[in-house]
């Protein structure tokens, strides 16, 4: 299902990083980001060209049209010059997505640990909105250890090199779901 029989994609195995994670993190094995996303499954699609998502069915950021072939600016306004009726639209649209149960993803309701190494999976549906809230908490929460502590001197997501890449990655899908939630492709985050 990863677009292969329309050339989009292919599936594999998910390899992750060897490369040891930073002194700041003084343990092993004992946070489910370590080895991510293998806790939570071993097979994703590798996406072809311009397309992109968990199953190869969309185009990557800044393209557009059937094939994603199309190449697409988008310009985001700058907040503080925003009409009212813009800013009414983005208060509009952030309240839908937040009505808006996302039809593509769920959330862990568990640790690794809790599902018992995936034989008790624990998900729940989200909202669009609530997703991204919880995508950044997921990235920069505290680490759970083995004993049932936690250690809350590691932020994986402010606290390392991919703080950049990382933020605008999530701000781009965050603005593509909107978009999706809305029907409005034109929508971009001030």
Known sequence: SCGEVSGRGVCQD?????????????FSGTDDRENWPIVFYNRTCQCQGNFMGYNCGECRFGYTGP????RRNMIRKEIFRMTTAEKDKLIAYLNLAKRTISPDYVITTGTYEQMNNGSNPMFADIN?????VWLHYYA?????????SVWANIDFAHEA????????????????EIQKVTGDDNFTIP
Request: aromatic letters at 20%; glycine letters at 6%.
């Open 128 to 132: 669009v909105y609530d997703l991204f």
């Open 161 to 176: 090199p991919g703080f950049l890449p990382w933020h605008r990655f999530f701000l781009l899908l965050w603005e593509r």
């Open 140 to 148: 920069s929460r505290d680490a759970f250890l083995e004993d049932g």
């Open 14 to 26: 998910v390899v992750p990083s060897n490369s040891p994670v930073g002194a700041q993190f003084p």
């Open 67 to 70: 094939n994603c072939t199309v």
